[in-house]
Protein backbone atom coordinates (compact mmCIF):
# COMPACT_ATOMS: atom_id res chain seq x y z
CA UNK A 1 0.00 0.00 0.00
CA UNK A 2 2.79 2.22 0.59
CA UNK A 3 4.26 1.75 -3.00
CA UNK A 4 0.77 2.62 -4.13
CA UNK A 5 0.28 5.57 -1.59
CA UNK A 6 3.89 6.54 -3.06
CA UNK A 7 2.75 6.57 -6.93
CA UNK A 8 -0.17 8.40 -6.23
CA UNK A 9 1.84 11.17 -4.56
CA UNK A 10 0.31 11.04 -0.99
CA UNK A 11 -2.64 11.66 -2.58
CA UNK A 12 -5.57 10.27 -0.58
CA UNK A 13 -6.19 7.16 -1.90
CA UNK A 14 -9.42 5.08 -1.38
CA UNK A 15 -11.38 2.69 -1.90
CA UNK A 16 -15.13 2.75 -3.59
CA UNK A 17 -17.88 1.10 -3.31
CA UNK A 18 -21.40 -0.07 -1.16
CA UNK A 19 -22.12 1.37 2.22
CA UNK A 20 -25.23 0.27 3.89
CA UNK A 21 -27.42 2.08 6.48
CA UNK A 22 -29.10 1.34 9.69
CA UNK A 23 -31.09 2.66 13.14
CA UNK A 24 -28.97 1.59 16.01
CA UNK A 25 -30.31 2.42 18.92
CA UNK A 26 -28.66 4.56 21.44
CA UNK A 27 -28.66 0.88 23.78
CA UNK A 28 -27.22 -1.11 21.58
CA UNK A 29 -23.56 -2.36 21.54
CA UNK A 30 -21.70 -2.52 18.53
CA UNK A 31 -18.55 -4.72 17.50
CA UNK A 32 -15.72 -2.53 15.57
CA UNK A 33 -16.70 -4.01 12.20
CA UNK A 34 -20.01 -5.09 12.28
CA UNK A 35 -22.45 -3.40 13.66
CA UNK A 36 -24.71 -6.41 15.41
CA UNK A 37 -27.41 -4.64 17.17
CA UNK A 38 -31.25 -5.36 18.04
CA UNK A 39 -31.99 -2.81 15.75
CA UNK A 40 -34.28 -1.53 13.11
CA UNK A 41 -32.07 -1.81 10.28
CA UNK A 42 -33.08 0.32 7.36
CA UNK A 43 -30.75 -1.03 4.74
CA UNK A 44 -29.71 1.05 1.93
CA UNK A 45 -26.22 0.31 0.56
CA UNK A 46 -25.43 -1.90 -1.91
CA UNK A 47 -22.69 -3.75 -3.05
CA UNK A 48 -20.47 -3.06 -6.15
CA UNK A 49 -19.15 0.26 -6.70
CA UNK A 50 -15.53 2.20 -7.20
CA UNK A 51 -12.86 1.55 -5.53
CA UNK A 52 -10.67 3.77 -4.60
CA UNK A 53 -11.45 5.14 -1.88
CA UNK A 54 -13.43 3.28 0.73
CA UNK A 55 -16.71 4.10 2.98
CA UNK A 56 -18.18 7.05 2.41
CA UNK A 57 -21.36 8.16 2.62
CA UNK A 58 -23.11 8.61 -1.08
CA UNK A 59 -26.38 10.63 -1.48
CA UNK A 60 -28.55 10.75 -4.54
CA UNK A 61 -31.24 12.24 -6.60
CA UNK A 62 -33.71 12.85 -9.23
CA UNK A 63 -36.48 15.20 -9.74
CA UNK A 64 -39.54 13.24 -9.77
CA UNK A 65 -41.62 13.78 -13.17
CA UNK A 66 -45.38 14.32 -12.39
CA UNK A 67 -47.93 12.73 -14.46
CA UNK A 68 -47.04 12.54 -18.21
CA UNK A 69 -46.25 10.00 -20.68
CA UNK A 70 -42.61 11.78 -21.67
CA UNK A 71 -39.85 12.39 -19.80
CA UNK A 72 -40.19 15.01 -17.34
CA UNK A 73 -38.45 16.66 -14.53
CA UNK A 74 -41.46 17.60 -12.70
CA UNK A 75 -40.00 18.03 -9.08
CA UNK A 76 -41.88 18.11 -6.28
CA UNK A 77 -41.30 21.71 -4.83
CA UNK A 78 -40.21 21.70 -0.88
CA UNK A 79 -36.48 22.46 -0.16
CA UNK A 80 -36.09 20.00 1.99
CA UNK A 81 -38.42 17.42 0.83
CA UNK A 82 -37.55 17.30 -3.07
CA UNK A 83 -37.77 14.12 -4.72
CA UNK A 84 -38.32 10.48 -4.51
CA UNK A 85 -35.72 8.80 -1.99
CA UNK A 86 -34.88 5.95 -3.25
CA UNK A 87 -34.50 3.20 -0.52
CA UNK A 88 -33.05 -0.21 -0.96
CA UNK A 89 -34.21 -3.32 0.99
CA UNK A 90 -34.57 -3.12 4.72
CA UNK A 91 -32.73 -5.62 6.67
CA UNK A 92 -35.11 -6.89 9.74
CA UNK A 93 -31.83 -7.89 11.72
CA UNK A 94 -28.93 -8.63 11.10
CA UNK A 95 -25.23 -6.52 10.47
CA UNK A 96 -24.19 -3.93 8.34
CA UNK A 97 -20.74 -3.49 7.85
CA UNK A 98 -18.34 -0.17 8.48
CA UNK A 99 -14.54 -0.31 7.70
CA UNK A 100 -11.55 1.07 9.44
CA UNK A 101 -9.08 2.99 8.08
CA UNK A 102 -6.93 -0.35 7.50
CA UNK A 103 -9.78 -2.36 5.84
CA UNK A 104 -10.44 0.77 3.67
CA UNK A 105 -6.83 0.64 2.41
CA UNK A 106 -6.84 -2.51 1.77
CA UNK A 107 -9.60 -2.50 -0.25
CA UNK A 108 -8.38 0.28 -2.23
CA UNK A 109 -5.14 -1.42 -3.05
CA UNK A 110 -7.31 -4.62 -4.37
CA UNK A 111 -9.98 -2.79 -6.02
CA UNK A 112 -6.48 -0.82 -7.93
CA UNK A 113 -4.35 -3.65 -8.27
CA UNK A 114 -5.23 -7.42 -8.88
CA UNK A 115 -8.70 -6.22 -9.17
CA UNK A 116 -8.13 -3.91 -12.07
CA UNK A 117 -10.04 -0.29 -11.41
CA UNK A 118 -8.07 2.29 -12.11
CA UNK A 119 -8.10 5.72 -10.01
CA UNK A 120 -10.01 7.76 -12.77
CA UNK A 121 -12.80 5.36 -13.51
CA UNK A 122 -13.13 5.05 -9.59
CA UNK A 123 -13.43 9.07 -9.32
CA UNK A 124 -16.04 9.20 -11.98
CA UNK A 125 -17.83 7.17 -10.48
CA UNK A 126 -17.63 8.46 -7.00
CA UNK A 127 -18.27 11.95 -8.34
CA UNK A 128 -21.25 11.09 -10.51
CA UNK A 129 -22.74 9.10 -7.01
CA UNK A 130 -22.25 12.35 -5.35
CA UNK A 131 -24.01 15.01 -7.79
CA UNK A 132 -26.82 12.18 -8.32
CA UNK A 133 -26.95 12.57 -4.77
CA UNK A 134 -27.15 16.16 -3.78
CA UNK A 135 -29.65 16.14 -7.01
CA UNK A 136 -32.15 14.11 -5.06
CA UNK A 137 -32.53 15.93 -2.01
CA UNK A 138 -31.57 19.52 -3.02
CA UNK A 139 -33.76 20.31 -6.58
CA UNK A 140 -31.54 22.93 -8.81
CA UNK A 141 -34.68 25.24 -8.97
CA UNK A 142 -33.87 26.56 -5.38
CA UNK A 143 -30.47 25.27 -4.62
CA UNK A 144 -28.16 26.14 -7.87
CA UNK A 145 -25.52 27.96 -6.56
CA UNK A 146 -23.12 25.14 -5.36
CA UNK A 147 -19.65 26.07 -4.39
CA UNK A 148 -17.61 22.40 -4.30
CA UNK A 149 -14.01 22.55 -2.23
CA UNK A 150 -11.61 20.20 -3.39
CA UNK A 151 -8.60 19.08 -1.40
CA UNK A 152 -5.09 18.30 -3.22
CA UNK A 153 -6.10 14.13 -3.37
CA UNK A 154 -8.41 11.93 -4.45
CA UNK A 155 -11.21 13.40 -2.52
CA UNK A 156 -10.44 16.64 -4.54
CA UNK A 157 -10.59 14.96 -7.28
CA UNK A 158 -14.53 13.60 -6.90
CA UNK A 159 -15.30 17.21 -6.15
CA UNK A 160 -14.18 18.03 -9.63
CA UNK A 161 -15.75 15.08 -11.35
CA UNK A 162 -18.94 15.75 -9.35
CA UNK A 163 -18.85 19.52 -10.31
CA UNK A 164 -18.76 18.82 -13.75
CA UNK A 165 -22.09 16.90 -13.35
CA UNK A 166 -23.65 19.30 -11.42
CA UNK A 167 -23.19 21.63 -14.13
CA UNK A 168 -25.01 19.39 -16.77
CA UNK A 169 -27.73 18.28 -13.95
CA UNK A 170 -28.41 22.46 -13.97
CA UNK A 171 -26.86 23.50 -11.20
CA UNK A 172 -24.43 26.88 -11.10
CA UNK A 173 -21.01 25.34 -9.33
CA UNK A 174 -18.25 27.58 -8.46
CA UNK A 175 -14.67 25.48 -7.28
CA UNK A 176 -12.55 26.69 -4.83
CA UNK A 177 -9.45 24.47 -5.51
CA UNK A 178 -6.31 26.00 -3.50
CA UNK A 179 -3.40 23.08 -3.71
CA UNK A 180 -3.81 21.92 -7.45
CA UNK A 181 -2.35 18.71 -7.95
CA UNK A 182 -0.22 18.82 -11.21
CA UNK A 183 -0.95 15.33 -12.64
CA UNK A 184 -2.41 14.48 -16.13
CA UNK A 185 -5.80 13.25 -14.12
CA UNK A 186 -6.63 16.35 -12.24
CA UNK A 187 -5.49 19.01 -14.43
CA UNK A 188 -7.83 17.46 -17.25
CA UNK A 189 -10.39 17.87 -14.60
CA UNK A 190 -9.89 21.25 -14.18
CA UNK A 191 -9.57 21.72 -18.22
CA UNK A 192 -12.77 19.80 -18.87
CA UNK A 193 -14.26 22.47 -16.03
CA UNK A 194 -12.92 25.47 -17.66
CA UNK A 195 -14.21 24.04 -21.02
CA UNK A 196 -17.57 24.34 -19.23
CA UNK A 197 -16.99 27.78 -18.00
CA UNK A 198 -17.53 27.02 -14.24
CA UNK A 199 -16.13 29.14 -12.52
CA UNK A 200 -12.62 28.72 -10.23
CA UNK A 201 -12.34 31.19 -6.54
CA UNK A 202 -9.54 31.45 -5.07
CA UNK A 203 -9.80 31.29 -1.18
CA UNK A 204 -9.67 34.79 -1.38
CA UNK A 205 -12.36 35.18 -3.86
CA UNK A 206 -14.83 33.82 -0.92
CA UNK A 207 -17.37 35.71 0.57
CA UNK A 208 -16.35 35.99 4.42
CA UNK A 209 -19.85 34.71 4.82
CA UNK A 210 -19.93 31.68 2.28
CA UNK A 211 -24.14 31.85 3.05
CA UNK A 212 -24.31 35.14 1.38
CA UNK A 213 -23.55 33.42 -2.30
CA UNK A 214 -24.21 29.88 -2.42
CA UNK A 215 -27.08 27.81 -1.35
CA UNK A 216 -25.19 24.23 -1.12
CA UNK A 217 -21.46 23.35 -0.02
CA UNK A 218 -19.87 20.57 -1.27
CA UNK A 219 -16.92 19.47 1.34
CA UNK A 220 -14.48 17.54 -1.32
CA UNK A 221 -11.08 18.09 1.39
CA UNK A 222 -10.11 15.42 2.84
CA UNK A 223 -10.79 11.39 2.38
CA UNK A 224 -10.47 7.93 4.70
CA UNK A 225 -6.77 8.25 4.43
CA UNK A 226 -5.70 11.54 5.43
CA UNK A 227 -3.59 11.86 8.39
CA UNK A 228 -3.33 15.06 11.38
CA UNK A 229 -3.86 18.17 11.58
CA UNK A 230 -5.57 20.21 8.37
CA UNK A 231 -2.97 22.75 7.58
CA UNK A 232 -3.52 26.25 5.66
CA UNK A 233 -5.59 26.97 4.01
CA UNK A 234 -8.18 23.73 4.93
CA UNK A 235 -8.07 24.65 8.37
CA UNK A 236 -9.79 28.10 7.90
CA UNK A 237 -12.17 26.75 5.43
CA UNK A 238 -12.96 23.69 7.33
CA UNK A 239 -13.52 26.31 10.68
CA UNK A 240 -16.02 28.59 8.27
CA UNK A 241 -17.87 25.79 7.62
CA UNK A 242 -18.25 24.88 10.92
CA UNK A 243 -18.81 28.02 11.76
CA UNK A 244 -22.57 28.04 9.91
CA UNK A 245 -25.32 27.33 12.42
CA UNK A 246 -26.01 23.47 13.74
CA UNK A 247 -27.85 20.99 12.19
CA UNK A 248 -31.33 20.82 12.08
CA UNK A 249 -31.64 24.78 11.66
CA UNK A 250 -34.27 25.09 9.21
CA UNK A 251 -32.87 28.92 8.48
CA UNK A 252 -29.44 27.64 7.84
CA UNK A 253 -28.02 28.18 4.24
CA UNK A 254 -25.99 26.89 2.90
CA UNK A 255 -26.56 23.16 3.20
CA UNK A 256 -23.38 21.39 3.38
CA UNK A 257 -22.38 18.11 1.90
CA UNK A 258 -19.64 15.82 2.57
CA UNK A 259 -17.55 13.46 0.50
CA UNK A 260 -16.38 9.88 2.41
CA UNK A 261 -15.93 11.39 5.57
CA UNK A 262 -17.05 15.13 6.69
CA UNK A 263 -13.73 16.81 6.81
CA UNK A 264 -12.00 17.19 10.08
CA UNK A 265 -13.26 14.00 11.33
CA UNK A 266 -11.35 11.32 12.52
CA UNK A 267 -11.83 8.26 9.73
CA UNK A 268 -12.56 6.26 12.97
CA UNK A 269 -13.30 7.69 15.57
CA UNK A 270 -15.52 10.83 13.96
CA UNK A 271 -15.33 14.38 15.27
CA UNK A 272 -13.13 13.61 18.16
CA UNK A 273 -12.49 17.72 18.74
CA UNK A 274 -15.79 19.27 17.93
CA UNK A 275 -14.37 21.22 15.28
CA UNK A 276 -15.29 18.93 12.16
CA UNK A 277 -17.73 19.77 9.71
CA UNK A 278 -21.48 19.00 10.25
CA UNK A 279 -22.95 17.83 7.61
CA UNK A 280 -26.28 17.95 6.16
CA UNK A 281 -25.63 14.81 4.14
CA UNK A 282 -23.06 12.40 4.17
CA UNK A 283 -21.84 10.39 0.58
CA UNK A 284 -20.43 7.40 1.82
CA UNK A 285 -18.31 5.64 -1.26
CA UNK A 286 -17.11 1.74 -1.29
CA UNK A 287 -18.72 1.54 2.37
CA UNK A 288 -18.94 3.51 5.28
CA UNK A 289 -16.27 4.49 7.65
CA UNK A 290 -16.44 3.40 11.21
CA UNK A 291 -17.25 7.40 11.57
CA UNK A 292 -20.14 7.38 9.81
CA UNK A 293 -21.75 5.52 12.92
CA UNK A 294 -21.57 9.44 14.61
CA UNK A 295 -22.92 11.17 11.60
CA UNK A 296 -26.62 12.55 12.58
CA UNK A 297 -27.16 14.61 9.50
CA UNK A 298 -30.74 13.97 8.17
CA UNK A 299 -29.18 12.91 4.53
CA UNK A 300 -26.87 9.70 4.45
CA UNK A 301 -26.27 7.99 0.97
CA UNK A 302 -23.90 4.96 -0.22
CA UNK A 303 -23.15 5.65 -3.62
CA UNK A 304 -21.30 2.91 -6.19
CA UNK A 305 -21.74 -0.26 -7.67
CA UNK A 306 -18.29 -1.48 -8.60
CA UNK A 307 -17.77 -3.78 -5.13
CA UNK A 308 -17.20 -7.46 -6.68
CA UNK A 309 -18.04 -10.50 -4.71
CA UNK A 310 -14.47 -11.16 -4.26
CA UNK A 311 -14.25 -8.03 -2.17
CA UNK A 312 -17.64 -8.79 -0.67
CA UNK A 313 -16.54 -12.25 0.88
CA UNK A 314 -12.68 -11.48 1.76
CA UNK A 315 -14.07 -8.87 3.92
CA UNK A 316 -17.02 -10.42 5.22
CA UNK A 317 -19.20 -7.06 4.08
CA UNK A 318 -22.92 -6.68 4.79
CA UNK A 319 -24.28 -4.32 2.92
CA UNK A 320 -27.56 -3.57 1.03
CA UNK A 321 -28.35 -3.98 -2.73
CA UNK A 322 -29.10 -0.69 -4.75
CA UNK A 323 -32.83 -0.99 -6.49
CA UNK A 324 -33.84 -0.49 -9.75
CA UNK A 325 -30.72 0.87 -11.93
CA UNK A 326 -29.42 3.78 -8.86
CA UNK A 327 -26.06 4.70 -8.33
CA UNK A 328 -26.83 5.61 -4.95
CA UNK A 329 -29.03 4.73 -1.93
CA UNK A 330 -30.31 6.02 1.51
CA UNK A 331 -29.08 5.00 4.29
CA UNK A 332 -31.68 4.97 6.74
CA UNK A 333 -34.59 6.67 7.52
CA UNK A 334 -35.70 9.45 5.56
CA UNK A 335 -36.17 12.65 7.71
CA UNK A 336 -39.44 13.79 9.08
CA UNK A 337 -40.90 16.74 7.56
CA UNK A 338 -43.08 19.24 9.38
CA UNK A 339 -45.66 19.44 6.34
CA UNK A 340 -46.99 23.20 7.48
CA UNK A 341 -43.82 24.36 6.55
CA UNK A 342 -43.70 22.75 3.09
CA UNK A 343 -44.39 25.53 0.51
CA UNK A 344 -43.46 27.31 -2.61
CA UNK A 345 -43.07 30.64 -3.84
CA UNK A 346 -44.52 30.46 -7.40
CA UNK A 347 -42.52 32.41 -10.71
CA UNK A 348 -44.10 32.77 -13.43
CA UNK A 349 -45.57 34.82 -16.24
CA UNK A 350 -48.64 36.49 -15.60
CA UNK A 351 -51.56 34.95 -17.08
CA UNK A 352 -53.55 37.79 -18.48
CA UNK A 353 -57.40 37.91 -19.82
CA UNK A 354 -55.74 39.91 -23.45
CA UNK A 355 -53.32 36.83 -23.92
CA UNK A 356 -55.09 33.98 -23.90
CA UNK A 357 -57.09 32.36 -26.31
CA UNK A 358 -61.25 33.37 -27.03
CA UNK A 359 -61.69 29.68 -26.81
CA UNK A 360 -60.64 27.26 -24.25
CA UNK A 361 -60.10 24.36 -26.28
CA UNK A 362 -57.34 26.12 -28.08
CA UNK A 363 -56.03 27.07 -24.93
CA UNK A 364 -55.65 23.75 -23.22
CA UNK A 365 -54.17 22.68 -26.54
CA UNK A 366 -51.40 25.42 -26.41
CA UNK A 367 -50.83 24.97 -22.33
CA UNK A 368 -50.59 21.14 -23.24
CA UNK A 369 -48.63 20.99 -26.09
CA UNK A 370 -46.04 23.22 -24.16
CA UNK A 371 -46.18 20.58 -21.10
CA UNK A 372 -45.32 17.86 -24.21
CA UNK A 373 -42.62 20.05 -25.83
CA UNK A 374 -41.37 20.81 -21.65
CA UNK A 375 -41.03 17.17 -21.46
CA UNK A 376 -43.36 16.39 -18.57
CA UNK A 377 -44.18 12.70 -17.57
CA UNK A 378 -47.41 11.85 -19.08
CA UNK A 379 -49.04 15.38 -18.92
CA UNK A 380 -52.04 13.66 -20.38
CA UNK A 381 -52.62 12.27 -16.92
CA UNK A 382 -55.65 14.00 -15.07
CA UNK A 383 -57.53 13.51 -11.99
CA UNK A 384 -61.06 12.30 -13.07
CA UNK A 385 -63.75 13.48 -10.25
CA UNK A 386 -67.01 11.15 -10.01
CA UNK A 387 -70.36 11.40 -7.66
CA UNK A 388 -72.49 8.60 -6.95
CA UNK A 389 -76.25 9.41 -6.71
CA UNK A 390 -76.21 10.01 -3.07
CA UNK A 391 -73.26 12.18 -3.58
CA UNK A 392 -70.30 10.28 -2.13
CA UNK A 393 -67.24 11.89 -4.61
CA UNK A 394 -64.26 9.85 -5.52
CA UNK A 395 -61.38 10.77 -7.59
CA UNK A 396 -58.73 8.74 -9.61
CA UNK A 397 -55.93 9.27 -12.41
CA UNK A 398 -56.67 8.14 -15.44
CA UNK A 399 -55.22 9.14 -19.44
CA UNK A 400 -56.48 11.75 -21.73
CA UNK A 401 -56.72 9.98 -25.12
CA UNK A 402 -58.61 12.44 -27.28
CA UNK A 403 -59.48 16.69 -26.81
CA UNK A 404 -61.41 18.76 -29.58
CA UNK A 405 -64.03 20.98 -29.76
CA UNK A 406 -66.45 17.96 -28.82
CA UNK A 407 -65.09 17.54 -25.54
CA UNK A 408 -62.09 15.33 -24.08
CA UNK A 409 -61.97 11.38 -24.22
CA UNK A 410 -60.62 8.72 -21.66
CA UNK A 411 -61.41 5.00 -21.80
CA UNK A 412 -61.94 2.52 -19.23
CA UNK A 413 -63.86 -0.34 -17.92
CA UNK A 414 -67.94 0.13 -18.18
CA UNK A 415 -68.19 -1.64 -14.93
CA UNK A 416 -66.15 0.11 -12.63
CA UNK A 417 -66.91 2.58 -9.60
CA UNK A 418 -66.26 5.30 -11.75
CA UNK A 419 -68.85 4.00 -14.69
CA UNK A 420 -71.14 3.31 -11.87
CA UNK A 421 -71.38 6.79 -10.66
CA UNK A 422 -71.53 7.88 -14.26
CA UNK A 423 -74.43 5.91 -15.08
CA UNK A 424 -76.43 7.48 -12.21
CA UNK A 425 -74.90 11.12 -12.25
CA UNK A 426 -72.95 11.47 -16.14
CA UNK A 427 -71.37 14.62 -14.66
CA UNK A 428 -67.42 14.94 -13.78
CA UNK A 429 -64.46 17.15 -13.45
CA UNK A 430 -60.71 16.84 -14.58
CA UNK A 431 -58.20 18.25 -13.21
CA UNK A 432 -54.12 18.43 -14.89
CA UNK A 433 -51.66 19.62 -13.17
CA UNK A 434 -48.13 20.50 -14.14
CA UNK A 435 -46.33 20.84 -11.69
CA UNK A 436 -42.97 22.12 -12.70
CA UNK A 437 -45.17 24.67 -14.99
CA UNK A 438 -46.93 26.04 -12.02
CA UNK A 439 -49.76 25.50 -14.04
CA UNK A 440 -53.15 23.54 -13.57
CA UNK A 441 -56.61 23.22 -16.02
CA UNK A 442 -59.91 22.50 -14.85
CA UNK A 443 -62.58 21.27 -16.57
CA UNK A 444 -66.47 20.66 -16.20
CA UNK A 445 -69.11 18.94 -18.09
CA UNK A 446 -71.45 16.30 -19.03
CA UNK A 447 -70.38 12.99 -19.44
CA UNK A 448 -71.68 10.62 -22.59
CA UNK A 449 -70.06 7.26 -23.66
CA UNK A 450 -68.39 7.72 -27.15
CA UNK A 451 -69.73 5.75 -29.97
CA UNK A 452 -68.90 1.71 -29.97
CA UNK A 453 -66.75 2.61 -33.35
CA UNK A 454 -64.49 5.04 -31.58
CA UNK A 455 -64.13 2.54 -28.87
CA UNK A 456 -63.26 -0.33 -31.24
CA UNK A 457 -61.00 1.58 -33.11
CA UNK A 458 -58.90 2.44 -29.90
CA UNK A 459 -58.91 -0.69 -28.28
CA UNK A 460 -57.65 -2.19 -31.20
CA UNK A 461 -54.46 0.16 -31.22
CA UNK A 462 -53.27 -0.32 -28.36
CA UNK A 463 -50.81 -2.98 -27.22
CA UNK A 464 -51.83 -6.33 -27.52
CA UNK A 465 -50.62 -7.10 -23.52
CA UNK A 466 -52.90 -3.66 -22.92
CA UNK A 467 -56.13 -5.44 -24.61
CA UNK A 468 -55.97 -8.74 -22.50
CA UNK A 469 -55.53 -7.14 -19.56
CA UNK A 470 -58.75 -4.87 -20.82
CA UNK A 471 -60.28 -8.43 -21.70
CA UNK A 472 -59.35 -10.41 -18.22
CA UNK A 473 -59.62 -7.29 -15.27
CA UNK A 474 -63.02 -6.84 -13.46
CA UNK A 475 -62.36 -3.92 -12.70
CA UNK A 476 -62.82 -2.78 -9.26
CA UNK A 477 -64.10 -5.70 -8.36
CA UNK A 478 -62.36 -8.03 -5.60
CA UNK A 479 -59.68 -10.35 -6.59
CA UNK A 480 -58.19 -13.04 -4.28
CA UNK A 481 -54.49 -12.33 -5.08
CA UNK A 482 -52.48 -11.19 -8.06
CA UNK A 483 -51.50 -14.79 -9.40
CA UNK A 484 -55.48 -15.20 -9.96
CA UNK A 485 -55.45 -11.98 -12.46
CA UNK A 486 -51.66 -13.46 -13.66
CA UNK A 487 -52.99 -16.66 -14.32
CA UNK A 488 -56.26 -15.57 -16.07
CA UNK A 489 -53.73 -13.30 -18.12
CA UNK A 490 -51.72 -16.25 -19.13
CA UNK A 491 -54.34 -18.31 -20.36
CA UNK A 492 -55.89 -15.87 -22.35
CA UNK A 493 -52.40 -14.82 -23.60
CA UNK A 494 -52.25 -18.54 -24.89
CA UNK A 495 -55.52 -17.92 -26.43
CA UNK A 496 -54.63 -15.37 -28.78
CA UNK A 497 -51.15 -16.04 -29.30
CA UNK A 498 -50.97 -16.74 -33.09
CA UNK A 499 -52.01 -13.22 -34.07
CA UNK A 500 -55.94 -13.65 -33.81
CA UNK A 501 -57.48 -10.42 -33.69
CA UNK A 502 -58.86 -9.89 -29.91
CA UNK A 503 -62.38 -8.74 -29.72
CA UNK A 504 -63.44 -5.60 -27.71
CA UNK A 505 -65.19 -6.55 -24.43
CA UNK A 506 -68.62 -4.98 -24.28
CA UNK A 507 -67.61 -3.85 -20.67
CA UNK A 508 -65.06 -1.68 -22.00
CA UNK A 509 -64.58 1.24 -23.77
CA UNK A 510 -64.75 5.40 -24.09
CA UNK A 511 -66.17 8.48 -22.31
CA UNK A 512 -66.23 11.98 -23.59
CA UNK A 513 -66.80 14.94 -21.16
CA UNK A 514 -68.31 17.75 -22.83
CA UNK A 515 -67.22 21.05 -21.49
CA UNK A 516 -69.35 23.63 -19.85
CA UNK A 517 -66.82 25.27 -17.29
CA UNK A 518 -63.00 25.58 -17.63
CA UNK A 519 -60.22 27.21 -15.30
CA UNK A 520 -56.39 28.26 -16.35
CA UNK A 521 -54.24 28.50 -12.91
CA UNK A 522 -50.80 30.17 -12.87
CA UNK A 523 -48.76 30.21 -9.75
CA UNK A 524 -47.57 33.61 -8.92
CA UNK A 525 -45.71 35.11 -5.99
CA UNK A 526 -47.40 35.66 -2.88
CA UNK A 527 -50.12 33.54 -3.49
CA UNK A 528 -51.68 35.85 -6.03
CA UNK A 529 -52.60 33.51 -8.08
CA UNK A 530 -53.86 34.08 -11.55
CA UNK A 531 -57.55 32.20 -12.50
CA UNK A 532 -58.70 32.85 -15.56
CA UNK A 533 -62.23 31.23 -15.98
CA UNK A 534 -64.10 30.68 -19.23
CA UNK A 535 -67.93 29.59 -18.60
CA UNK A 536 -70.99 29.07 -21.43
CA UNK A 537 -73.08 31.64 -21.82
CA UNK A 538 -76.08 32.41 -24.31
CA UNK A 539 -75.48 35.66 -26.61
CA UNK A 540 -78.20 36.58 -29.20
CA UNK A 541 -79.44 32.69 -28.42
CA UNK A 542 -76.05 31.40 -29.59
CA UNK A 543 -73.65 29.99 -26.44
CA UNK A 544 -70.50 31.58 -26.56
CA UNK A 545 -67.32 31.43 -23.42
CA UNK A 546 -66.91 34.40 -21.40
CA UNK A 547 -63.97 34.98 -19.57
CA UNK A 548 -63.69 35.96 -16.02
CA UNK A 549 -60.84 36.46 -13.50
CA UNK A 550 -61.46 34.83 -10.04
CA UNK A 551 -59.33 35.72 -7.06
CA UNK A 552 -56.75 33.57 -5.73
Same mark, same amino acid.
Given at each position: MQSLRAKMRGMSVCCRGFSIGLLIPSSASVDAKNTTATVSIVAVASAPFSAYRVASI??????? +???????????????????????????????????????????????????????????????????????????? *??? #?????????????????VCARHLHHFGYKPFVCYPKRTAKPLYTGLVTQLEALSVKFLSVGDLPRNLSDEFDLIVDAMFGFSFHGIPRPPFDDLIQRISSLNGIGNKT?? +?????????????????????????????????????????????????????????????????? +??????????????????DISAMRENYVSPELLEDQVMADPTDQFCKWFNE??? #??????????? *?????????????????????????????????? #??????????????????????????????????????AYFHSRPHGSQLGAVVSNQSAPVSGRDVLVAAYRELEAKYDNGTVIPRPEHWGGYRLKPILFEFWQGQPSRLHDRLQYSLREVDGKQSWHISRLAP
Open positions: NTYHFTI +PFFCSRVYRSVPRFSSLRRRFTVGEVMSEGTISYLSQKEAAEIDELLMGPLGFSVDQLMELAGLSVAASIAQVYAS *SDH #ARVLVICGPGNNGGDGLRS +PSVISVDIPSGWHVEEGDVSGEGIKSDMLVSLTAPKLCARKFVGPHHFLGGRFVPPFILDKFSLKL +PHYPGTDMCVRIGESPTVAVT #AGLREPNAMFL *STSSMDGKTSSRMVLLKGVDKEGFVWYTNYQSRK #AQDLSANPFAALLFYWNSLNRQVRVEGNVEKVSVEESD
